[in-house]
């Protein structure tokens, strides 16, 4: 038997959990105060253990960090009443084994403490002992679909390793956040975040920019060159954020490497190794494998910032975040502008959750604070909303066509083989076939024969890809 200590406020809420748990794999204990449990762990140590977030004095990642203390390999699970970034980068990054959203629970919690308790479950993550967390600085990441809870994990379970991280995404989703993300919750918050746009000036001044330049002066006139510091020198113990990576000159792309490779570069028109001490955090909206192919990307820094690789999907495609961003955005913009808004009207969420978002959250940002400012009634409409005002068959096409979907094909391939995953034409093409079938039966009122003739294919075929679906 397997034993699982939960901690939970809620009695109600433990039982649910617990009933998740079989028991004649499982023998659980429940507690309902954190300094109670943490007492007795000094007696007894269970397999696992699982916390509820909202739990307070002490709170969840105080416990997850003491019971670190007391048994590293012990792994802890902390599942989140309400799911917040802030409590899954800092579960994880205390060194939680996983953060199980509400969405998730109860049944979540036997996948995850299986996981947990197949041998080296515990042993996942080492993170070294973290500071206060500087919360306060951190913007808040919004986002509660699955996908962004497992980027709020990510962020917890990397930041204070130090590696780097290479951030993917269209234009506008988050990259520089999360980046600043990682910085933060690193053990080099007290040092600078560096960002530095690569596609904003010539690939020329961005050498200089980058790695400083020997004063032309002092160079030719025998004295020692002096010399202006670059901004890897300005980053030194902080972290260095390189945007649009995609756009930096292979010549640079090398001095970036050695930094990499053996913590420090040569200053350009000089011989002289300068050392440097920063974290790479590297973001790209174009795809670095087409690049690596048409030769202006090298492979071997391409391997190197992708050891942790991290994709933000577009808006589009994580539509229930929409309704939370656009409140942050809008109470963010109600007190800069000192206006009283109530609130946005369903109609509004409705339109702006049907909107493409080419430009993904920052073109939703820039909306709502638009709409805030052009209100007048305390609740926001759509017309309110410039994007909304004009008419559907304006807005731009994004991810309505099959153009689209081939470039989606290729990023979700690039995304499934950089995580090492084999066997995927199934999983990709299976998606396709799925939405093909469940779009002509909608059109079809659910007849079968009409479906399979609009598709072309025979009627078996359809019958089996349905019952695929419903596996
Ligand atoms: N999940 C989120 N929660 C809150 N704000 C967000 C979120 N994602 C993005 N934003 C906001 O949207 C704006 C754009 O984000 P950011 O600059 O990080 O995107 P980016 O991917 O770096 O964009 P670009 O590719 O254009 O450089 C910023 O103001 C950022 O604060
Ligand atoms: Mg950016």
């Not at 590696?163 to 234009?171: D, F, N, R, S, T």
């Not at 292979?250 to 970036?256: G, M, P, S």
């Not at 790209?284 to 690596?292: D, E, I, K």
């Given at each position: 038997m397997k034993q699982v200590w939960i901690l939970d406020r809620s009695s109600e809420h433990a039982n649910e959990l617990l009933a998740a748990l079989p028991s004649h794999i499982y023998d659980t204990k429940i507690w309902s105060d954190g300094d109670d449990m943490l007492a007795a762990l000094d007696e007894s140590l269970p397999d696992l253990v699982v916390v509820e977030q909202a739990i307070e004095k002490p709170r969840a990642t105080a416990v997850v960090?003491?019971?670190k203390e007391r048994d590293r390999r012990l792994p802890i699970i902390v599942t989140a009443e309400q799911t917040s970034s802030k409590g899954a980068i800092e579960s994880m990054r205390e060194g939680a084994y996983d953060y199980l959203p509400r969405e998730t629970l109860p049944g979540g919690l036997e996948d995850a403490a299986r996981r947990a308790l197949s041998g080296?479950?515990?042993?996942?993550?080492?993170?070294?002992?973290?500071?206060?967390?500087?919360?306060?600085?951190?913007?808040a990441i919004v986002g509660r679909t699955p996908e962004m809870v497992e980027i709020h994990k990510l962020i917890g379970q990397v930041a204070e390793t130090g590696?780097?991280?290479?951030?993917?995404?269209?234009?506008g989703t988050g990259k520089e956040l999360v980046a600043r993300a990682l910085h933060y919750n690193s053990d080099r918050r007290g040092g600078p975040f560096i960002a530095v746009n690569c596609s904003a000036v010539t690939p020329e001044s961005l050498d200089l920019d980058l790695f400083g330049a020997v004063t032309g002066a002092d160079a030719g006139s025998g004295a020692s060159p002096a010399s202006e510091l670059g901004r890897v020198e300005m980053a030194d113990e902080g972290t260095l954020f390189f945007d649009d990576i995609d756009a930096m000159s292979?010549?640079?792309?090398?001095?970036?490497l050695s930094i990499l490779e053996e913590g420090s570069f040569e200053r350009p028109g000089t011989r002289k190794k300068v050392r440097a001490d920063v974290r790479v955090v590297a973001a790209?909206?174009?795809?670095?494998?087409?690049?690596?192919k048409e030769g202006s990307f090298r492979v071997d820094l391409f391997y190197r910032l992708k050891v942790v690789s991290l994709f933000l999907p577009p808006l589009r495609d994580r539509r229930e975040d929409i309704a939370y961003l656009a409140g942050h955005f809008m109470r963010r913009a109600a007190a800069k502008m000192r206006r009283e808004i109530d609130g946005i009207s369903p109609a509004a969420i409705e339109l702006l959750q049907e909107y493409p978002w080419p430009w993904n959250v920052r073109e939703l940002e820039q909306s709502v604070h638009g709409a805030v400012a052009f209100n007048r009634t305390g609740v926001?409409?759509?017309?309110?909303?410039?994007?909304?005002?004009?008419?559907?068959?304006?807005?731009?096409a994004t991810g309505g066509t099959c153009r689209d979907l081939a470039a989606a094909v290729r990023t979700d391939f690039e995304q499934r083989t950089g995580a090492g995953e084999e066997a995927i034409a199934r999983s990709i093409t299976a998606v396709v076939e799925?939405?093909?079938?469940?779009a002509a039966l909608e059109e079809c009122d659910g007849n079968q024969v009409r479906a399979a003739k609009l598709l072309g294919i025979s009627r078996n075929t359809l019958r089996k890809r349905m019952a695929e679906e419903d596996r």
């Open positions: 960090r003491a019971v080296d479950g515990g042993l996942i993550q080492t993170i070294g002992s973290p500071g206060p967390g500087d919360v306060e600085e951190l913007g590696v780097a991280v290479l951030i993917q995404g269209e234009p292979l010549e640079t792309q090398a001095r970036v790209t909206s174009r795809s670095l494998v087409s690049l690596m926001l409409v759509p017309e309110d909303f410039e994007v909304l005002r004009v008419g559907r068959e304006s807005w731009p799925e939405e093909l079938v469940r």
